[in-house]
């Protein structure tokens, strides 16, 4: 069995948990899921693609190649350099030599923003500098490579990057995770867990739940919607973690209140007034709309920006007139080529006749306008149709606090409550994520046309549901005043 080190990963992980770190050391991760595959495979194009701005590079991908590599003078770039010591490793996407020594570069598929960097990728670059450093690499400076928003298909690649130096910033990062150096990497190596304790980090930890402080606990506190880490400290400074241990004097919002009333109580706490003066502006004929849409770091049609957001499907369920059965409506663009302005005529036409339009949160509103922006002849049509949307979210998290809900809102949450004879959990494509991912393998001519047959009709039938759920969770509102 290999030995155990400690990863950048590892490490980042374990400034906000130590705890979390130690158990993901010993995980095998699991089994990633088509949107962790879509960028996994980015990312490593991306990696490709940048390479080209270093065409003397020389790839090493080990600790003994890298060794080598360095102390031959004749090669000046290296890629994927490889470093360890006590008990740390550390993979560097390039490291380039200049005098006195040797800049180290870090390549990101995100976009290239004029103002400060991410956080994250600073701190990326700063456990990679420590490391090196203490490894022995005299690194003079480090630089963060990123991709260029103004970059389009049939460029060329080296034009696809922008490279930055950020050795200010990313100092101090570095120097302040060396002062750590002899806490965290003997803390994880060892056999026996760190003790687990109440953190930020639990509100999304995968081992929250099922074998560190969440077990047995059916309410904690992050439940509460809109829990910000001041409130989740004060809590927890007065040793309360459930919601049920919350003192009746402690201040809450509004929100967090009647959500802490639904989860105490286990009775939904229903607004009828709320409910009944939202639904009181509806029009029908009603039109159910929701988008799927793609976005990959590298463009796939021509005019498309990296990162661009292109709409790509709708489902549009139509209700006449109260209690009527709804007709159904949809659109899936051609994948071998960008339908955006074909798309927009389609949806024009097909809400025509819709007074009101429920979607569920601002997700239609913002790629509609991008429509309208990029094919200004629909425009005035498309401003049209943006006046007759009504968000349907607000109104579930306002009108109905649902103790099964968790404090949460969204429809994948709500749907099984109020709707528990639909599920997407049987759809071979079953979240948004996973429809990004199956559209671009068709773009990227990644399927055999049986293949492509079989992922269309999946895509229809996730983006249907979507539609199908918002018309079920209306008409459990209506139910309720």
Known sequence: MPTRTVTKHDFLTALGCKTRAWYGMRESGGTPTPADLLRMQEGQEVHRRAQSLQPNGVFAGSIEKTKQLILDRAVEVIFEAAFTVDGYTARADWIRRVKGGWVIGEIKSSLFNEDDPKDEHLEDLAYTVMVARRAGLPVKNCELVLMNRDWRLGMPDPDLFVVTDHTDEVTPIAEEFNRLWDQIAPLLLRRSRPSPHWCWE???????????????????????????????????????????????????????????????????????????????????????????????????????APHEQLVTQYSLHVEASPGSEPAHLEYLADHARDCREELAARLIRDTAECRTIVVYSSFEKTQIRGLASLRPTYATDLANLEAKLFDLEPVVRKGMVHPDFGGRSSIKVVLPVLAPDLSYADLDIGDGGAAVAAFAKLALGDATAQEIQAVRGALLEYCKLDTLAMVRVLQALRSWV
């Not at 400290?233 to 241990?245: C, F």
């Not at 009828?272 to 463009?299: K, N, Q």
């Open 202 to 304: 639990c509100r999304d930890c995968e081992y929250f739940a099922d074998r560190c402080v969440g077990v047995g606990i059916s309410d904690p506190i992050f439940q509460l919607p809109y829990l910000r880490e001041k409130k989740f400290t004060e809590l927890t400074a007065m040793g309360v973690t459930r919601i049920a241990a919350i003192p009746s004097d402690y201040k809450l919002s509004d929100s967090q209140q009647r959500a802490a009333t639904a989860i105490r109580t286990k009775s939904p706490q229903i607004d009828a007034a709320e409910i009944r003066s939202a639904l009181h502006s509806l029009e029908w004929p009603i039109g159910y709309l929701d988008f799927e849409t793609l976005m990959t770091a590298l463009p796939l049609y021509p005019d498309v």
